[in-house]
């Protein structure tokens, strides 16, 4: 699929079906609500039986949110497009270890409730598991 009606901003491809909503729930909170952008659902794909993709105008990942959705599909791609061309092609790598980003499922970690910033270890890739540094949960990140 080309780049159509992206001159500027971001795709993130190879998003495995039914992500593609939860990862538009994921960016709400970087947009500005000003942003065109698509979401593509069921996308035939060859890597991936059906995949799912969202192409942003005018819109550039961090790398914090990268990683953030490399841990919850670690086969997704982001492309960011410049004049129509890809200029950076990012494979989010999982990281040994995070910080902030995600919060702690355990509602008693002094993460949540004293407002520390959460670390964690990842314990596992396939799934994806982090263990939290300050109260030693373990969880896979949704
Ligand atoms: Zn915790």
């Known amino acids: 699929m080309k780049t159509q009606m992206l001159n500027n901003g971001t795709v993130i491809d190879h998003m495995p079906e039914g992500m593609g909503f939860h990862c538009l729930d994921i960016l709400k909170k970087r947009l500005n609500g000003n942003e065109t952008l698509i979401v593509f659902m069921n996308v035939p794909s060859g890597k991936l039986k059906k995949k799912d993709m969202i192409k942003i105008q005018d819109f550039y990942l961090d790398e914090a949110t990268s990683t953030y959705l490399s841990l919850l599909a670690p086969q997704i791609t982001i492309n960011i497009i410049k004049d129509g061309v890809v200029t950076k092609k990012i494979n989010p790598e999982i ?29 596992s ?14 969880f896979t990140p949704k």
């Open 95 to 123: 990281p040994h270890e995070i910080k902030g980003i995600i919060s702690c499922v355990n509602s008693r970690c002094i993460t949540n409730t004293e407002g520390y910033t959460p670390e964690y270890d990842i314990r």
């Open 125 to 138: 890739k396939e799934p994806v598991t982090l263990k939290c540094k300050y109260c030693e949960f373990e």
